[in-house]
T-cell receptor, first 112, second 114 residues
Framework: NAGVTQTPKFQVLKTGQSMTLQCAQD?????MSWYRQDPGMGLRLIHY???????DQGEVPNGYNVSRSTTEDFPLRLLSAAPSQTSVYFC???????????FGPGTRLLVL | GENVEQHPSTLSVQEGDSAVIKCTYS??????FPWYKQELGKRPQLIID?????GEKKDQRIAVTLNKTAKHFSLHITETQPEDSAVYFC?????????????FGKGTLLTVNP
């Protein structure tokens, strides 16, 4: 198993540009989530999904959209990037009935 | 919602000493408390977790204690080694709820000096 994968590893955007951060897992996990990590702020939940077709907002959802058309994929979309979205983004997944979350390697995003 | 406070934000110890990181949580319904270790430039990785029906759990040099009444839990690392240097995050969740969410503390930068 590849586990949780994320692409790209690093991205530079200009203010106002849009992009999609990709996340995939091959462990058949129902639960997937997106976090952003900023210095001194820990990991904050952006959006999460408890299964294909079901998504919900986390702590800091503004400026981000998600969809879950398959169990494997959970992309995060930035519609109009802002400098405040400069961060490291982690995707995570966990199987139903288990609490342990598995994190992807992260995407470092810089918005100029 | 749940709020997790973590202290200290930085901790420096000498190799071989013990390190203790403390967290408090606000939601009495929380019942799952994991600890993650994140090395520089890497992803967070689970090192130990505890559930609310247990007061203490050990795994070699690492232990976690939980006081449900006081709503706090702690990570204890004994005989610290330079490779223990990392950022440590505590977290809390209500794993029995349908809207399972993991709320993290802000992290503790642990430095183990040789």
């Amino acid at each position: 198993n590849a586990g949780v994968t994320q692409t790209p590893k690093f991205q530079v955007l200009k203010t106002g540009q849009s992009m999609t951060l990709q996340c995939a897992q091959d462990m058949n996990h129902e639960y997937m989530s997106w976090y952003r990590q900023d210095p001194g702020m820990g990991l904050r939940l952006i959006h999460y999904s408890v299964g294909a077709g079901i998504t919900d907002q986390g702590e800091v959802p503004n400026g981000y959209n998600v969809s879950r058309s398959t169990t494997e994929d959970f992309p995060l979309r930035l519609l109009s990037a802002a400098p405040s979205q400069t961060s490291v983004y982690f995707c995570a997944s966990r199987p139903t009935g288990r609490e342990t979350q598995y994190f992807g390697p992260g995407t470092r995003l810089l918005v100029l | 919602g749940e709020n997790v406070e973590q202290h200290p934000s930085t901790l420096s110890v000498q190799e071989g000493d013990s390190a203790v990181i403390k967290c408090t949580y606000s939601d009495s319904a929380s019942n799952y408390f994991p600890w993650y270790k994140q090395e520089l430039g890497k992803r967070p990785q689970l090192i130990i977790d505890i559930r609310s029906n247990v007061g203490e759990k050990k795994d070699q040099r690492i232990a976690v204690t939980l006081n449900k009444t006081a709503k706090h839990f702690s990570l204890h690392i004994t005989e610290t080694q330079p490779e223990d240097s990392a950022v440590y995050f505590c977290a809390a969740s209500n794993s029995g709820g349908s809207n399972y969410k993991l709320t993290f503390g802000k992290g503790t930068l642990l430095t183990v000096n040789p």
